[in-house]
């Protein structure tokens, strides 16, 4: 991959180029096969100054190349899938989970949905097709589409539950004669072999139709297209040339010239449109939507603007819609970018005329074709196309991720700002019957995405005050930034005030001034003010034998954040993390405050930090249920796997007030620091099911109660469980 030299020491290349002020921003709209070759490519040879920067709306991307062997059974999801979130961690590249809705080309920013554009400097397109089904009468409510392939697999999934039923779909047409019908018809009838006998099934109750409105495979070979109708006739799939459909209902499907097919279930690999909004980007488009470009993949008429893939129509060297271009257009995408940014002669990208393509036919067996003669088929050529495959992904997946240094402790002597004891915030009393609550918080970024950022650092902010039974009524800032270019600085800055500012004023707390500075890596505090009436203030102290305790989010943001910045967590832990932060404890807070009477936000010091702080200000010890602690998804995983916040060791200074059976894991997810973390309520043995059921129906669908208050003794905690 880079001629012997590992990519751990190109890490520490790329996090040195990384560390220069940023001068130029490339950003990437969609994860497609080029696009993640360039992620990769840039890792390898960083560029001072250049921030790369990907967006997309999938956090996991499928490679088509293997789809046909997932569908046989033959790979599983996660083989056939890029882990985007992993990728963008390991190569260093700034991600945006959000979904693109247009450009605006004369301001130079991506136009996202629900936030702030996105300025760019440099702009790539590699955004896919989706079927054309709007032509054809009922395609829309009865087909399936194969793209965007993501939500095919979801219908397909559900289409194979159905077919294990007694009065399930039997009777399935595929539309589209080329390349990809076949591999899918194909690959359907080797999964359903498979499948059948474990459903009490016979195989051959299912039939497979493979219809085309032009001859089967018709930009292939004669020798490769008489191994088509060889491999659909030996399989059992009967195929219908010049079968346009124009109508597809419930239970059939029928062609222009009358011709109607049995039907419970329509797959569409057929020709297919990009998306719709680049219609309003006022971008060349060909007939099929797709951009415009010439052979330097740059846009038609744009200087700064690149598309590839499927997306793409090179109007110097048409070819047809093929993955093999993708793949091969990333290396040639990425030396081009290297040269505008250098302002050096981009280089033509000459597109293959002959290109191999392989196909999977059946069980383990292959089919192979190269320009005008070359054609083949059998085991060794599946062989042959599994290694190629698996090579390509592998590609991506292991970079030996070098671990990266994590924030630096924070001092042992850390404590909360309180009036007469150690609280979650100060309170004031401003006049007779009215008390502010007062508390500061600042964290340093850890995600790319300072949108979002900006977001669960005010949800962090709020927290104290939302803990002490108050309500959050106002906030200044002090936001650090990188150096760098004047305007890459302040586009910084502003997606981290645009975030802030949503969540700020979702909850009525006005943003009302604060400063900015500059710092090695991005940061974000509040100092928040908050009003609580006397009746309504929580403490952390109070608790008596018997409470309940409840938590309103689940546990493990910290240990699984720490693994994504080392580019190990898989993309669902690290969405689900992400979505757990932008959880406000509002809602939660009120329902507390009528019903609890202690309370304390879980941050920095874990769950077992903050509950001993509860238990020594009320001379109280807890019993806590591993088994019952909310986890967020995959925590556990990784906390098995050994991964921890930095913060976790001086937390776990207290270890020794926990009591009973205590594996590395259940200590690690116990004392990992939360961001925007859970709120710990204490409440009466008697309320704690209406408590619970009050958060769950507002929303907490992760609440649980956790333990119970045991004696009056000193603060210690037993715990039970096995944190299966």
Sequence with gaps: MDGGRGFSRLRVDMIAARGAPVRHDVVLIGGGHSHVQVMTAFAMQPVAGVRLTLVTDRLTTPYSGMLPGHIAGLYSRADMHIDLARLARATGTRLIHAAARGLDRAGKAVILADRPKLPYDLLSLNIGITPDLGAIAGASEHGVAVKPISTFLERLAALLD??????????????????????????????????????GLDARAFQIALVSSDALVPTLNAGVRRRVEAALQRAGIEYHTDFRVAQVAADSIAATDGRSLACDAALFATAARAPSWLAQTGLPLAADGSVNIRRTLQVVGEEAIFAVGDCAFNVDEPRPKAGVFAVRQGPALAENLRRKLAGRPLRDYRAQRRFLTLLLSGDGVAIAGRGRWLSADGALIWRWKDRIDRAFMAMFADFGYAAQTGPAPLPQDRILIGLDAADDAAVVEVAPGVTQVETVNQIRAFLDDLYVFGRIAALHAMNDVIAMGGQPTRALALASAPNGAADKVAADLAQMRAGARREFDAQGVALIGGHSSEAETPALGFAVSGRVAPERLMRKGGLAPGDRLILSKGLGVGLVMAADMRGAAPAEASAAAIASMLVSNARAGDIAAGLAHAMTAVNGFGLAGHLHEMLRASGVSARLDLDALPLIDGALALA??????????????????????????????????????????????????????????????????VGEIVARSAPRIALTGALD
Aim: proline content about 6%; aromatic content about 4%; hydrophobic content about 50%.
């Design 162 to 199: 159905a077919a294990r039923r007694a009065d399930g779909p039997r009777r399935l047409v595929v539309v589209g004669g080329g390349a990809a019908g076949f591999e899918l018809a194909c690959a359907l009838r080797v999964r359903l072999n498979r499948e059948a006998a474990g459903w």
């Design 640 to 705: 098995r796997a050994g991964f921890t916040s930095s913060l976790t060791p001086p937390n776990q200074a207290l270890a020794g007030v926990v009591d009973g059976a205590s594996t590395p894991a259940a200590l690690a997810l116990l004392f990992d620091p939360q961001t925007s973390g859970p709120l710990l309520i204490a409440v009466a043995a008697e309320r704690a099911r209406q408590c619970l059921g009050a958060l769950q129906s507002a929303g907490y669908g992760a609440a649980a109660i």
